[in-house]
């Protein structure tokens, strides 16, 4: 009798959109979102302007921004995985009032990449050393 093999369709990923209203729209980000069948899910660290030596920067926002955002993508990228995955993003900042002047190099940023996550935005009282804003994100895939 010859043995038949089984084969087992792989499932794909699939992310649906979340969003009751059109508001967060302008403001790059959604309501929820729901994964279904992710082949992985990577917890990635709050990243900040830390430079490659393990240096805090102690430069202005609008650097600290693009050092932060630059780690990030390069810990998803070692990870095997890409920025398009990113289903939540944390963001924290010292200083809120420098952070706003600056906010579209973040959402030129999740442009970019075509993420669409969820997002949460805080003011906190300090970071790490000199640090002004960090990223904290989980991605799929």
């Known amino acids: 009798m ?9 499932k794909q990923m699939e992310k649906r959109i979340i969003n009751p209203w ?3 729209n302008e403001r790059s980000y ?23 030596d393990g240096t805090s920067s102690n430069e202005n926002m609008e650097s600290q921004i ?10 998803i990228a070692k990870a ?4 398009k995955g990113i289903v939540r993003l944390t963001m924290y900042t010292t200083d809120m009032e420098a ?3 600056n906010f579209n190099i973040i959402q030129e940023w999740i ?12 003011e906190v009282k300090t970071l790490f050393e000199t640090l002004k804003v960090e990223f904290e994100a989980t991605v799929v895939k």
Do not use: C, D, F, R
């Open 2 to 10: 010859p043995i038949v093999a089984q084969t087992k369709k792989a």
């Open 22 to 24: 059109e508001w967060q």
């Open 30 to 52: 959604n309501q929820a979102i729901e994964v279904k069948n992710p082949e992985g899910t990577l917890y990635v660290s709050g990243q900040a302007a830390v430079n490659a």
């Open 66 to 75: 693009k050092l932060a955002l630059s780690n990030l993508e390069q810990v």
């Open 80 to 83: 095997g995985y890409e920025p």
């Open 99 to 101: 952070l706003w002047p």
């Open 111 to 122: 442009a970019k990449h075509g993420v669409q996550q969820a997002t949460s935005l805080m």
